[in-house]
């Protein structure tokens, strides 16, 4: 029925790395791992998830190692280990990888125009489009909730993985993806229902 709730998923962005400050682009599965700070972040994620006592069925991770471990901490105060769901690696950003959108703004901001309100075209060229990017967020995210009818889950995951899955609960543009914060080490709940989703909070970042 409408109201059938099918899922909840509770979206953990990962802790902080020596990319966060600067908003760095990085496609990268290896590198940067979590800095101190970072670290930090997700043990206050971890007090938070203690207190609010936020039930759980199965938890899962996106491949790169800062997600990893952030998911590492989180499975601890579950006592249960995680799964890898390699299709949410973060956006491939070719030639971009490494800079900071301070930098495209200087040297390419044709290029940075393209990328926030052109989402269907690959931007730079050798990348992923937002719209293929949310396309296979999409996908990923509704097996994995077709494969847990009636669960809560934990997805451990990057910013832009958080924002697609925004974009996506409240049927908003893929422009839209860049227009929305999402900060490292905070949360965002969203439930699935047959026919519609409904964003429970967004970006919450325990002090």
């Not at 989180?74 to 956006?91: G, N, S």
């Not at 543009?173 to 047959?194: C, D, M, N, V, W």
Request: charged residues 25%; aromatic residues 10%; contains cysteine.
């Amino acid at each position: 029925m409408y109201f059938n709730r099918k899922c909840k998923v509770t979206f953990i962005c990962n802790g902080a790395t020596i990319y966060s400050e600067d908003d760095r682009l990085t496609d990268s599965e290896n590198y940067p791992p979590l800095s101190e700070t970072g670290q930090e972040e997700i043990e206050k994620i971890c007090e938070f998830i203690k207190h609010r006592g936020i039930k759980n069925s199965i938890i899962y991770s996106s491949p790169a190692v800062r997600s990893r471990q952030s998911a590492e901490m989180v499975a601890k105060v579950y006592k249960q280990d995680f799964k890898v769901i390699e299709d949410l690696h973060p956006r491939k950003c070719g030639s971009f990888n490494g800079m900071t959108y301070e930098q495209l703004y200087e040297n390419c901001p044709d290029k940075l125009e393209r990328l926030i309100n052109s989402p269907e075209i690959a931007t730079p060229e050798d990348a992923e489009s937002i719209t293929d990017f949310i396309n296979r967020v999409e996908t990923t995210l509704n097996r994995v909730i077709e494969e847990n009818i009636g669960n809560r889950v934990i997805i451990v995951t990057h910013k832009d993985i958080i924002k697609a899955a925004v974009c996506l609960a409240l049927n908003i543009p893929h422009s839209s993806l860049s227009r929305i914060y999402i900060k490292s080490g905070s949360a965002t709940q969203i439930s699935y229902f047959e026919k519609w989703s409904s964003l429970v909070y967004c970006d919450y970042t325990p002090v």
